[in-house]
C-alpha cells in the first residue's frame, strides 16, 4: 500500500467519490482557486471545474444552507469549514435544519451532507480557532459524528459520510494533516461509520482515545511496556454512533479504563464513554475509570500554555499508573 499523508487521503477520497457519484460537490470558502485553506481540496478545481468546486464568501450560515437544500434535491454536497470553530455560524443550519429535516418530514427527505474540516487543538491559533467541538454536535439527534486518526481512516471514513444517506459532521485535525501512514489504493476501500478498532493490543488497562489523543496514547503505552504496563488503546473513530460494544470488550478483558479527550471534560466525550462502561462494566472494573481531559479553560495562545492546557503524555501515564495502582498510584 502507498504511504500517502492524512492530507492527501482526504484529497483522495474526495476525488474517488466525486468520480464515483456526479451527485458529489465541494462548497466551502477557498475550496476551488486557492485549493483549500489546508490543501484538502488541491486539483479538485481543475479536474471538475467550477459547478463542482465551488468557492463561497465568507458566510458560513449561508453555504451551509444551500448545501443542505442541495441535499433535499438528491444531490450529495461536502460543506468545507476552514476551521470548524466557524461551525458556531452555521449552528441553526446544522442543528435545526440538517439533523431534523428527516425526522420532521415523516421520512420524505434525507440529507445526504457531509460538513468536514478541522477542529481541536492546534499549533498557536489560541482560544477562538482550537475548540473541541465533537461536543457541539453528538448531542444532537439525526447527526452523525466522526473523527479519523489515521490517513487510512481519513479516506475510508470520509468515503462512508459522502455515501451515507444522513448528515455527517466530519471533523479533522490541523495537526494531523501531514501524518503519514499507509492508505489503501482500492477506489472502494471503505471503512463503515460507527466502527471502534484495537489500535494495540493489551491486557492490564483501556485506553480510549482518539485524533491526536491516540497519538499521546500510544507513546505513554510504549512508555509503560518497559515497566511491565500492558495498554490496550481503542480509538472509537466514529463519536456517533458510537461502537460501546468493542470498547466494553476490551474493558471486560483488561479490567481498566482511562478515557482520554482534548476537549474541557465536563459534560464531554470522556464523560459519556465512562458512564457506559459504569453502567454495562461496573462488575468487571478492578478500579474506577479515570478521565484524562483538557483544562477547563480557553486556549492560551502562548505555546507553553497550550502545552498545559492539553492533555499529556505524562498526565496520560499517570492515569494509567492509578488506575493500575502502580508506583503507589
Known amino acids: 500500500m502507498p504511504v500517502i499523508t492524512y492530507r492527501e487521503a482526504l484529497n483522495l477520497a474526495l476525488r474517488e467519490e466525486m468520480q464515483r457519484d456526479d451527485r458529489v460537490f465541494v ?79 415523516g421520512g420524505q427527505y434525507h440529507i445526504p451532507i457531509v460538513i468536514r474540516g478541522p477542529g481541536g487543538p492546534a499549533h498557536q491559533l489560541a482560544a477562538q480557532h482550537s475548540q473541541s467541538m465533537e461536543t457541539y454536535f453528538y448531542h444532537v439527534p439525526g447527526l452523525k459524528v466522526v473523527r479519523p486518526s489515521t490517513p487510512a481512516d481519513a479516506k475510508g471514513l470520509l468515503k462512508s459520510a459522502i455515501r451515507d444517506d444522513n448528515p455527517v459532521i466530519f471533523i479533522e485535525s490541523e495537526t494531523l494533516y501531514a501524518v503519514k501512514g ?16 484495537v489500535r494495540r493490543e493489551g491486557t492490564d488497562v483501556t485506553v480510549v482515545a482518539y485524533m491526536g489523543m491516540y497519538y499521546r496514547a500510544m507513546e505513554a503505552a510504549e512508555e509503560l511496556e518497559k515497566e511491565g504496563i500492558s495498554v490496550e488503546i481503542v480509538d472509537p473513530r466514529t463519536l456517533r454512533p458510537m461502537d460501546v460494544d468493542t470498547i466494553m470488550a476490551s474493558v471486560r478483558k483488561t479490567h481498566r479504563a482511562v478515557v482520554v479527550e482534548a476537549g474541557a471534560g465536563f459534560a464531554g466525550m470522556g464523560s459519556e464513554i465512562s458512564a457506559w462502561i459504569q453502567e454495562h462494566a461496573f462488575d468487571d472494573l478492578d478500579a474506577p475509570v479515570e478521565r484524562v481531559t483538557g483544562e477547563n479553560a480557553p486556549m492560551p495562545y502562548a505555546r507553553n500554555l497550550e502545552r498545559a492546557k492539553t492533555p499529556s503524555k505524562d498526565k496520560i501515564i499517570a492515569a494509567i499508573r492509578h488506575v493500575c495502582y502502580a508506583n503507589g498510584g
Open 27 to 105: 462548497i466551502g470558502e477557498e475550496v476551488g482557486l486557492y485549493e483549500g485553506a489546508y490543501k484538502v481540496t488541491q486539483g479538485l478545481l481543475k479536474e471538475f471545474g467550477p459547478r463542482r468546486i465551488v468557492d463561497t464568501p465568507i458566510a458560513e450560515s449561508g453555504f451551509t444552507g444551500a448545501g443542505i437544500g442541495a441535499a433535499m434535491v438528491g444531490l450529495r454536497p461536502v460543506v468545507e469549514m476552514m476551521t470548524f470553530n466557524f461551525a458556531l455560524l452555521a449552528l441553526d443550519q446544522i442543528v435545526n435544519s440538517a439533523a431534523k429535516l428527516h425526522y420532521m418530514s
Open 182 to 197: 499507509e492508505v489503501p489504493e482500492d477506489p472502494d476501500f471503505t471503512i463503515p461509520l460507527g466502527q471502534a478498532v
